[in-house]
């Protein structure tokens, strides 16, 4: 596996880029969505259906925060009624790379982890 260089900013020292992918994929709604427009835009609403079990509120904190981090692209159209689409930003679908790698992760390891987990209550 290759390791990479964090250069000048030492093991995630406050300005560490790898301190943001930590606190990016902390954020398990931020990966859910991100994974949800992988194959394009959706309006808010055929997100938090599909999603589920995620709340108006935080569909949209998170939405927002995606888009000031220049991970989603929030198109509006001049329609009656508005109508409001996100997509994913090229920085975006580069964190998809992590996110599937993430899932093939999860999909080889998760019954051991879940089983060991379980002897342990």
């Not at 194959?39 to 935080?58: F, N, V, Y």
């Not at 220049?70 to 509006?76: G, I, M, P, Q, S």
Request: charge should be negative; hydrophobic fraction near 40%.
């Amino acid at each position: 596996m290759e390791q990479v260089d964090l250069g000048p900013y030492g093991d995630f020292e406050a300005d560490c880029p790898a301190r943001l992918a930590v606190d990016l994929f902390s954020n398990s709604w931020l990966m859910v969505i991100a994974y949800t427009l992988r194959d394009g835009a959706m309006r808010p609403g055929e997100l938090k259906t599909t999603i589920g079990h995620i709340s108006q509120k935080m569909l949209t904190q998170t939405l927002r925060r995606m888009e000031n981090m220049a991970l989603v692209e929030r198109r509006r159209y001049a329609e009656a009624p508005p109508r409001v689409e996100y997509s994913l930003t090229d920085a975006g679908r580069d964190l998809l790379v992590p996110i599937f790698a993430l899932g093939a992760w999860a999909d080889e390891h998760g019954d051991t982890v879940r089983t060991a987990m379980l002897g342990e209550i």
